[in-house]
């Protein structure tokens, strides 16, 4: 596998990952050394299938990339967009997507992936902090609508590119691109981007708060090969899918880099709306073999009837961006007889704590560390707890920045250094682990709910109350309370075929009280219709605990 030029590994006697070092060239691009040195070892393997909304198909090759890219790298070039210019593309998952990334990486500009979901507002604010110069935006739904509004406060951006359609004031990439040659030449060393400089930035979910930029630098794609090859158990000739968008951070994990360092094929799926019993079917027609969901839509698969399905071409499955419920984990394997291997880690990182390949993972834990990070849980004061007690997850960058974690968020020194400081990088998410170093995910710092003198962490609740029949979803937040200072509280929601009534609201509150420690059971219960959620479908508990303090 390519990527074997770029790193090293350690491995045990059971063939499991012990330890992995890096050493990419001066200017490392992943566009040039790695897609189009494909485009010329292989140029006529499949690189990714690509389905449209309609299920219309497109098989392209290493060949394909690396032509395409080529073209636009000339054609970018040519309305004069180069080294350091941050380019924004909202291409939902088109495939001009990959043309573009490796087009703006070839020319060494920064590249900012973002959701198509953005209003107006959204896009103000985005420009503004993050001086993007120029657009890329498919012209389908309303999307570039709101570009153009957002364009009277957004000074930095002076070119607007449309992909899928033309648009008055609006360049047309799938017209003029194909135009421009083939091949598009490396720049001189003293042009080209050094290792460190930012190469793509992201905007995190806005899980807690206003999202942050997450720069990372242009050696950021080789951070994933453990995301890929040790996690996903990617490899030439299988077929990987990963849901995400490709204006979240997640399908950087699963939808470019590492899977192509592994010389695998990418399955994408142009989907609108997600609907599980579109996508159910997609497994056996184009015999995927590996597949990565965040936890929320295993919710929605298991409670389709997954036997009305063909999933036998699946070796492997993971999930990571939010904590996964033991429920949903035996729910799955029961059906399909895979091993949910959990995935922990940050739009700032790759892939941080897991269950890698060869591991054994243990019901509730998200696996261990990755030897790739030096990853440490410590109390208030800094200091390393010890198995069983619960402290924030870091990183510790003393001995230098691992590859794969970002550069800082992008023009805000203040905000990184709150969350990076005195040699570690403090993720805001909480756990403890036990004696075999497995870590256990609490919830994230804001989330841990004070009660009575307790500290509860919303997770273990919320996956005790999964294992109620009717439940399809719940969140476990803080309410204010005059004597306990703050009360547990789950919103949730019904799963088909239950409806909401005091008697169900007492019947949950047992099983509660049953299966944990009683002080942890929730004091109000409230159904609803769904929960607050980020766009790329997390859960926003902030929402819920301001809603509760009203
Ligand atoms: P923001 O930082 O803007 O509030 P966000 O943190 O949700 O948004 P992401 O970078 O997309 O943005 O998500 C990373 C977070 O997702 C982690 O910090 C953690 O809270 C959560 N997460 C990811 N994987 C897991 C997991 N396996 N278990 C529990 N939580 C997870
Ligand atoms: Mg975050």
Known sequence: MIYQRFTEETVDEKGRLTGISFHPPEHFNFAFDVMDELGRTKPDERAMVWLSEAMEERVFTFGDFKRESSRAAHYFAN?????GDVVMLVLKRHYQFWFAVLALHKLGAIVIPATNQLM???FVYRFNAARVKAIVCTCDGTVADEVDLAMAESPTVELKICVNGERPGWRSFDAEYGAFPGEFPRPAPEEAPDNEDPMLMFFTSGTTG????????FTYPLGHVVTARWWHNNRPGGLHFTISDTGWGKAMWGKLYGQWLCEDCIFTYDFDRFDANKILPLFAKYHITTFCAPPTMYRFFIKEDLSRYDLSSLVYSNTAGEALN?????QWKAATGLTLMEGFGQTETTLTVGNLLGAEPRMGAMGKPSPQYDVDIVDENGRSCVPGAVGEIVIRTDRGKPCGMFIGYYLDEALTKEAWHDG?????????RDEDGYFFFVGRTDDVIKSSG??????EIESVIMEHPSVLECAVTAAPDPVRGQVVKATIVLARGYAPSEELKKEIQQYVKKNTAPYKYPRIVEFVEELPKTISGKIRRVELRQEAQK
């Open 454 to 459: 307790y500290r509860i962490g919303p997770f």
């Open 424 to 432: 570690m990088y403090h993720t805001g998410d909480t756990a403890w």
């Open 120 to 122: 107006k507002k959204d």
């Open 210 to 217: 206003y999202p942050k930029i997450a720069a990372h630098s």
């Open 326 to 330: 033991p429920e949903v984990f035996r």
């Open 79 to 83: 309305m004069g967009i180069g080294k």
